[in-house]
């Protein structure tokens, strides 16, 4: 079996795809510095690394010992309001960090890097929806700078050095093991906090408009990167959107909430409407969604409740 390194494997969708790694027999190696992630997402039959992928020693000594086939990278600086806060901050991790990861995969032979990018903070404002990967980005926050270039520099080292790759871009994924006490993750957040029947807070008039897409699809699409003979760039979502305050609303009704929400000022750098088209990924991973909106706000409520 393969040798496989999990960047991120004890975030929230990192660790999804550890756990279906491990259930496919794959040897999986996580790097997490725990930084947002938890000891208690890590699956016990990996190996685990508590390091940041900017150690380029570190990085260096463990790629050395593992001889990794395949790269799963999900480490990040993930907010897109921490990057708009701290642009630097977020470019050492998330375009640094990747590039020591490059490197590395380069010097040691890996025969597929696969990377999580992002649907909904690369292509920017007023672009036509569904998006499709024919639309040039123009990301409008740092954390969608940062994840277009590390996509420019994979198709570099695609070019030059021979690194195959796939670069999956997702919509808003949401599900289990989300964290509620960060700033994103609209869906943990209120589910969390509509349990407790505590004060729900939308910013701006609630008229944003997102793709949410499960994370089990999510992982199903990385797993496709992996064993499909593919390479390039994939939008990973449901082609459909969904407004916050639509949202609002099916979650209330799941949870039994009573209480309005409470409208605050809208936050920088989020933008107004994204909605991708997947039938890139469709034709050519074989993916497709599985998990519809109801099914998954369902699910993720009972993670919450438990
Ligand atoms: P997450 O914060 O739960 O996961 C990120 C993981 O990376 C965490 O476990 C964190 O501890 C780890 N990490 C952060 N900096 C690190 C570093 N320097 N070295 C090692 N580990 C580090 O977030 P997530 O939602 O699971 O996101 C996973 C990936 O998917 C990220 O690359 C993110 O940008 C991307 N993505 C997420 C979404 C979404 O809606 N959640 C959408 C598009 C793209």
Do not use: C
């Not at 999804?16 to 947002?36: F, I, M």
């Not at 949401?174 to 609209?186: F, K, L, M, S």
Request: cysteine-free; overall charge neutral.
């Amino acid at each position: 079996m393969p040798n496989i390194l999990v960047t991120g494997g004890a975030g929230f969708i990192g660790s999804h795809l550890v756990d279906a790694l491990t259930q496919e027999g794959y040897k999986v190696v996580v790097v997490d510095n725990l930084s947002t992630g938890k000891v208690e997402n890590l699956n016990r039959n990996v190996l685990f690394y508590q390091q940041s992928v900017e150690d380029e020693e570190m990085m260096e000594r463990i790629f050395m010992l593992h001889k990794f086939d395949f790269v799963f990278h999900l480490a990040a600086q993930a907010s897109v309001s921490v990057s708009v806060k701290e642009p630097a901050k977020d470019a050492k991790v998330n375009i640094l960090g990747s590039l020591i990861l490059l490197e590395k995969s380069v010097k040691y032979g890996v025969k597929k890097f696969i990377f999580s990018s992002t649907g909904g903070a690369i292509y920017g404002e007023g672009v036509p929806v569904p998006t499709s990967e024919a639309t040039v980005p123009h990301p409008i926050s740092p954390y969608g700078i940062a994840k277009r270039s590390v996509e420019m520099y994979l198709e570099f080292y695609k070019n030059e050095k021979n690194l195959n790759y796939v670069s999956l871009r997702y919509g808003n994924v949401y599900g289990p093991r989300q964290d509620p006490n960060g700033e994103a993750g609209v869906i943990a957040i209120f589910s969390s906090r509509m349990l407790k029947n505590e004060e729900v807070f939308i910013f701006g008039d609630g008229e944003y408009v997102r793709d949410y897409v499960y994370v089990k699809d999510v992982v199903r699409a990385n797993l496709l990167a992996l064993n499909q003979n593919v390479s390039g760039i994939y939008n990973i979502g449901t082609s459909i959107g969904t407004s916050v305050n639509e949202l609002f609303k099916m979650l209330a009704q799941i949870t039994n909430y009573q209480r309005q929400p409470t409208y605050a000022p809208p936050r920088k750098g989020d933008i107004r409407k994204s909605i991708l088209d997947s039938s890139k990924a469709r034709s050519e991973l074989g993916w497709s969604v599985t998990t519809t909106l109801a099914e998954g706000l369902a699910e993720t409520v009972e993670f919450f409740k438990a």
